[in-house]
């Protein structure tokens, strides 16, 4: 176990859906970088953007919702954006019920409330589940890897880092019946590859 590293004595929050709610990585990246505390704002089957049914676990809401916010925070979100046919809208329009709106208002508001938090932006795997793969478009006219280059954009335009799990998990549509319970929702191997690539990524922020 690394006890020199920068993390050693520092706080960690993630935020997201049901693949970060589910609690599978965190431990994992925890035992490598040594977060003094962790705390997890996932809400499963929720989006970035706010408004339906499922607006009381919008990531968006969570992060601003944070009252103390952590040295790290890690934003995981996307694929529910994709699901629940979230517009992608664009980052100067900052309308929470779009997903550039949304992310980009969350982004702002806890970078103009803590400065100095380490804030990192990870995007969707890859997926197949319930006829929802990465060929179909959604009822906003939307591929999933839209949202993942959307999330890029947002990191180029606010200089944040960013983890590319879409392009770079080794999680696709060969791999999927192997590192995932159902095509989406990742199991031990899974939770496994994504602490794999978190944790050099954390360290070198």
Known sequence: MNKSGRWVGKSWATLGDSI???GG????????VCFA???NLAVSGCSMAAGGDRDYGATV??????QDIPD???VFAGTNDFRLDK???SIEGRDIHTFRGAYATL????????????????????RDKDGWDNTVRNGAGFRLAEYAEAIRGLGVYYALPVLDLYAESGITRLTLDYFTLDGLHPNAAGFQRIAGLAVPFLERL
């Open 20 to 22: 970060s709610a589910a």
């Open 72 to 74: 790290c925070v890690t």
């Open 37 to 39: 505390t962790m705390v």
């Open 107 to 126: 982004i702002e508001d806890l970078l103009t409330r803590r400065p100095d938090s380490r804030l990192n932006l990870w995007t969707p795997l890859q």
């Open 25 to 32: 990585y965190q431990p994992l990246v925890c035992a490598e």
């Open 61 to 66: 809401h969570a992060g601003r919702a944070l």
């Open 87 to 89: 517009p992608l809208g």
